[in-house]
T-cell receptor
Framework: GAVVSQHPSRVICKSGTSVKIECRSLDFQATTMFWYRQFPKKSLMLMATSNEGSKATYEQGVEKDKFLINHASLTLSTLTVTSAHPEDSSFYIC????????????FGQGTRLTVV | GDSVTQMEGPVTLSEEACLTI???????????LFWYVQYPGEGLQLLLK?????DKGSNKGFEATYRKETTSFHLEKGSVQVSDSAVYFCALSEMDSSYKLIFGSGTRLLVRP
């Protein structure tokens, strides 16, 4: 299957700082990328859908000014957690798709964010 | 809205034991159903899927049947191996693909030699 690389796999940051997470499709062009978040013992929750070259579409309840998503190229999307707080500590996972609604999406390894 | 409920883990089994991980869903339409597996340190991988009622998805000895009458998609394997130890996620999509997924909370499986 296609390979999606997410970096970093783990990050610890101080409260008030910003953290950037990268999601790269290594062997295909990803028109659409998705960002998910997982709380302990809870489901992976879709945060936003990003299409290359346009603004991301955020799910209800997700603060777009808090979680900045940039999808500037067909192989890279970034999620920046701004002014991080301990409650932002979570597991973040991206997936990437060729873009049409009947194509599969492939997942990155996830990023464990801890805010202290 | 749509949702997926799966049994809480961890599930601990001895090698060659039978496995069932329960998954039920609620959806307004006719979703596609998926099982994903996440091995330690790796991303989620599609294990199997079914796109319509009574379809059976299968892969690597795992099976799941799309049961519309019970809104279920239970994952089964007749004889587990140590290498099956992982976290398993049930998910649904209103599309025919994994384009946009609603996940269950995941079930950790630990298989002991």
């Amino acid at each position: 299957g296609a390979v999606v690389s997410q970096h970093p796999s783990r990050v610890i940051c101080k409260s008030g700082t910003s953290v950037k997470i990268e999601c790269r499709s290594l062997d295909f062009q990803a028109t659409t990328m998705f960002w998910y978040r997982q709380f302990p013992k809870k489901s992976l929750m879709l945060m936003a859908t990003s299409n290359e070259g346009s603004k991301a579409t955020y799910e209800q309840g997700v603060e777009k000014d808090k979680f900045l998503i940039n999808h500037a190229s067909l192989t890279l999307s970034t999620l920046t957690v701004t002014s991080a707080h301990p409650e932002d500590s979570s597991f973040y996972i991206c997936s990437a798709s060729l873009g049409t609604m009947n194509t599969e999406a492939f997942f990155g390894q996830g990023t464990r964010l801890t805010v202290v | 809205g749509d949702s997926v409920t799966q049994m809480e883990g961890p599930v601990t089994l001895s090698e060659e034991a039978c496995l069932t991980i329960n998954c039920t869903y609620t959806a307004t339409g006719y979703p596609s159903l998926f099982w994903y597996v996440q091995y330690p340190g790796e991303g989620l991988q599609l294990l199997l899927k079914a796109t319509k009622a009574d379809d059976k998805g299968s892969n690597k000895g795992f099976e799941a049947t799309y049961r519309k009458e019970t809104t279920s998609f239970h994952l089964e394997k007749g004889s587990v191996q140590v290498s099956d130890s992982a976290v398993y996620f049930c998910a649904l999509s209103e599309m025919d693909s994994s384009y946009k997924l609603i996940f269950g909370s995941g079930t950790r499986l630990l298989v002991r030699p």
